[in-house]
């Protein structure tokens, strides 16, 4: 059983434009959701995480959105630019167990300049 | 120093060899990971050391073999691997384990190939 499914699978956006990837995630115990930034070559990187208290996060020109009634996160990035064209992957675990990442397939984003 | 290092980079093994990855850390933490990832997947965690002390298995085959002789090390014995377990594999640590937010930083991993 697939407990996160992340969309979509690849995402081709402008330079300037805002590119947004989706997750949805099935357990409702569910409580922490990073999102993880990952260049060929190179392990993933923490790029930005939410916790269900609040709505929303912004650091600098990413953003995540989240609908706890939905079950439902997503990744906004804005402005964006060439330099942001990775494969990123949404996360979810219980906030006492963070060691236990359960990750998402994975979006290929090309931001074409 | 915000590094986790990994050896080696590239590693190409025949199913009868016996090799292992290594990772260092020298940030303090006291959790590292072990991660696996095939091309165009996400990764997926196959071990985790909390204190230099095994706390998590995800069920990985005794083919893979995982040590921790100290808090900054982390080593992946590998014996009689089969072709399918060609992926990428990531080490990882975090200043904790269990808990609380607690950022993983990876390295860049070792592609391994099995033939």
């Known amino acids: 059983q697939q407990q996160v499914k992340q969309s979509p699978q690849s995402l081709i956006v402008q330079k300037g434009g805002i590119s947004i990837i989706n997750c949805a995630y099935e357990n409702t115990a569910f409580d922490y959701f990073p999102w993880y930034q990952q260049f060929p070559g190179k392990g993933p990187a923490l790029l930005i995480a939410i916790r269900p208290d609040v709505s929303e996060k912004k650091e600098g020109r990413f953003t995540i959105s989240f609908n706890k009634s939905a079950k439902q996160f997503s990744l906004h990035i804005m402005d964006s630019q060439p330099g942001d064209s990775a494969t990123y992957f949404c996360?979810?675990?219980?906030?006492?167990?963070?060691?236990?990442?359960?990750f998402g397939t994975g979006t290929l984003l090309a931001v074409q300049p | 120093d915000t590094e986790v290092t990994q050896t080696p980079k590239h590693l190409v093994m025949g199913m009868t060899n016996k090799k292992s990855l290594k990772c260092e850390q020298h940030?303090?933490?006291?959790?590292m990971y072990w991660y696996k990832q095939k091309a165009k997947k996400p990764p997926e965690l196959m071990f985790v050391y909390s204190y230099e002390k095994l706390s998590i298995n995800e069920s990985v085959p005794s083919r893979f073999s995982p040590e921790c002789p100290n808090s900054s090390l982390l080593n992946l014995h590998l014996h009689a691997l089969q072709p399918e377990d060609s992926a990428l594999y990531l080490c990882?640590?975090?200043?904790?384990?269990?808990?609380?937010?607690?950022?993983?930083?990876f390295g860049s991993g070792t592609q391994l190939s099995v033939l």
């Open positions: 990882a640590s975090s200043r904790n384990s269990g808990q609380g937010a607690e950022k993983l930083f």
């Open positions: 996360a979810v675990s219980l906030w006492s167990a963070t060691n236990k990442l359960i």
């Open positions: 940030m303090g933490h006291r959790a």
